[in-house]
């Protein structure tokens, strides 16, 4: 029985308050924070064939034969291919701002042509804006191929590796480098054991 002059209350309306967790109290201090993802689009960063060689000299046991004046040339598409048909001349569909590779296929075609022919061919394919080319399994360039694209200004680079190899180790780095990224400022804290994050304002992100 509640004794004289202190009020009984049920145990069910009985309520205690939950200590607050000492991280919860704790000032916030600015970190960077999870971004949002940007529309697609360029990279932020212009992607240039010294930096895509910087990435793969190494795994691709890179050696250059052409260009070597012409390494801030831009890369604008993320694809890699093989010339295909514009080496015998048909360049309606051709992607020219591709990272161009030539293997035994097309190697051994070229050789197979005219001195004359090939010349003019090769001429007509260094004519377009390419970035780079990479040669596979260490094959011979074929003249006048590496002169060509000296005059043109078109950096030439050959591989030991296989074709397949090197279009299996290139194609991550083009992925990686044209992923489109950003930077956020804003607050991290610790809130009863889950992190929560709150990106500042424009205005005091760009001070």
Known sequence: MASAGRRW??????????????????????????????P???PPVAVTVRRLIDRLKTPLQLEQLAGSEALEREIDNPDVSSPGLALAGYVGRFVAQRVQVLGETE???????????RGRILAQF??????CVFITKGLEAVPPLV?????????????P????EVYRRVKPVMEEMFAPSSTLHGSLADVFGS?????APAASASR
């Open 147 to 159: 002169d060509l694209a000296e005059k043109a200004g078109v950096p030439v680079f050959r591989s």
């Open 126 to 131: 260094f004519a377009f804006p390419i970035p």
């Open 9 to 38: 209350r049920p145990p069910s309306l009985t309520w205690k308050r939950k200590p607050v967790a000492r991280a919860a109290r704790r000032s916030r201090v600015p970190v960077p924070c999870a971004p949002d993802r940007p």
């Open 107 to 117: 190697i051994t075609y070229l050789s197979t042509l005219g001195e004359n022919e």
């Open 195 to 199: 992190g929560c994050c709150s990106p």
């Open 40 to 42: 697609a689009g360029r």
């Open 161 to 164: 590796l296989k074709t397949a």
